[in-house]
């Protein structure tokens, strides 16, 4: 109730920005009456935490962050930017302040469908009963499933996603926080220019939009050589889904195996030539790999797969919870690691993952891989790592003037040296404070 009561008197502000300095901290005796997603949005404002963090400048006690407008104005301490900027609002978060996370991979399309109601017994079955129950669900209205969704996860803490999709229209209309990637399949060589064509006419439309290769079992070369070449013309990202299952590996050497049952299945008459090789090595012998290219999942890899994709400078999405969910392996990080690939961290969807909460995500990574990576390693790779790989560094994933200021606010009454290490522990309680 008195949450309501705040969003609403923050909406009424909104309706008079050029009032808000003077009026604002008279009128609401308590801050903390106030929703701040609606009051930071065009308040000029100065949050105040207890500790904020981000990887290039760790942890530093009692910062002010001044907001305004979307985006991170200044950044110190406290005292001098309270000093300097006098008469602006300040909300108080007894705890820490954090840039808000970068979803590396999902499908927001599929947050109608949850993981419990695809019963499996493996991956093929899993994506047979995943296509059924979409078709299924052919004449519903999803979209408002996958806006609830999203808002859901941005409020707690996820700032932009990489959102890889079928559906258009569907997914353009969920908002600009993305990367969508037009994702496309099809294994039969003979229907890739038509496949093609009819995706790049879409995409062309898309300021900023990418093409996205399903994976090397679902889309024949020609098809996947179109797909990233668009993509490389626009300085794009291209994501594919990557060495996921035994079965991809077995498919790709030897054209034999379960991916055959999902083949026939989909497909009435499909053609596929064994590689012969592993499937890293099968799309780097395409030419696929680069450092525009993000390669999803990378769970049945070798040392000289590892080798391959640190030279061509792509990098790797770890979607651990889909993993253990899919196929109950976990991705061999520290062969990533040794290999010194770039690692980015995403969820996948609701239909292999419990939910879309990315501390959650980082949480359950920093406990399988906590003996191999630091805190700040893991967080990096879920912020400004992922930030520069994608691009949007200036925007997302530190806390530094320019950026966005959907900052993420966890409460805690921990010493500074613990800040880090709470960060990654899947804490329960988060919030975004601010909106761009
Ligand atoms: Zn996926």
Not at 318 to 347: H, M
Request: with cysteine.
């Amino acid at each position: 109730m008195k949450y309501c009561e705040g969003a609403k008197a923050g909406l009424e502000i909104s309706l008079y920005p050029a009032r808000h300095d003077s009026v604002f901290p008279e009128r609401y005796s308590s801050l903390e009456d106030i929703c701040p997603l609606f009051y930071i949005r065009q308040v000029k404002s100065i949050l105040r935490g207890r500790y904020a963090a981000d990887v290039s400048r760790g942890v530093r006690d009692d910062v002010g962050i001044l907001v305004e407008d979307g985006q991170i104005v200044d950044i110190g301490r406290f005292e001098d930017l309270s000093r300097e900027r006098q008469g602006v609002a300040v909300l108080e978060y007894d705890g820490i302040l954090f840039p808000s996370l970068i979803n590396a991979h999902t499908h927001l399309e599929l947050s109608s469908i949850r993981r419990e109601k695809i019963r499996h017994s493996d991956f093929v079955d899993w994506v047979i009963k995943l296509v059924d129950t979409r078709t299924s669900m052919l004449s519903f209205d999803v979209r408002p499933d996958c806006a609830r969704a999203k808002r859901e996860a941005e409020s707690k803490g996820t700032g932009y996603f990489v959102n890889v999709g079928n559906d258009f229209q569907l997914n353009r209309s969920l908002g600009d926080d993305q990367l969508f990637e037009f994702e496309q399949i099809g294994i039969n060589e003979s229907s890739a220019d038509k496949i093609f064509e009819r995706a790049a006419e879409v995409a062309m439309k898309d300021n900023d939009g990418a093409l996205a290769i399903h994976a090397p079992y679902s889309v024949s070369p020609r098809l996947m050589k179109m797909l990233k070449s668009f993509n490389s013309k626009r300085g794009r990202v291209t994501s594919l889904h990557l060495a996921e299952t035994a079965d991809e590996v077995e498919f790709v050497a030897t054209g034999r195996g379960r991916m055959v049952d999902l083949l026939n299945y989909r497909v009435p008459k499909w053609e596929f030539h064994p590689a012969g090789v592993s499937p890293v090595e099968y799309v780097h012998s395409l030419g696929l790999l680069d450092e525009k290219t993000l390669c999803v999942h990378c769970v049945f890899v070798d040392d000289e797969d590892a080798r391959i994709i640190s030279k061509s400078g792509s990098a790797v999405t770890v979607c651990l919870r889909s993993n253990l969910e899919l196929s109950g392996e976990l991705p061999p990080v520290d062969k990533f690691l040794k290999a010194g690939i770039r690692l980015l961290i995403g969820t996948d969807s609701t239909a292999s993952a419990p939910d879309l909460d990315m501390f959650a995500e980082v949480g359950a990574f920093y406990s399988k891989f906590r003996n191999i990576m630091s805190p700040i390693s893991v967080l990096s790779a879920a912020t400004s790592d992922a930030a520069i790989f994608l691009g949007i560094e200036n925007r997302y994933g530190s806390l530094s003037p320019g950026a966005s200021s959907k900052v993420v606010y966890l409460p805690f009454d921990g010493k500074k040296e613990e800040v880090l290490e709470y960060l990654v522990s899947n804490p329960e309680n988060k919030m975004t404070v601010g909106e761009s």
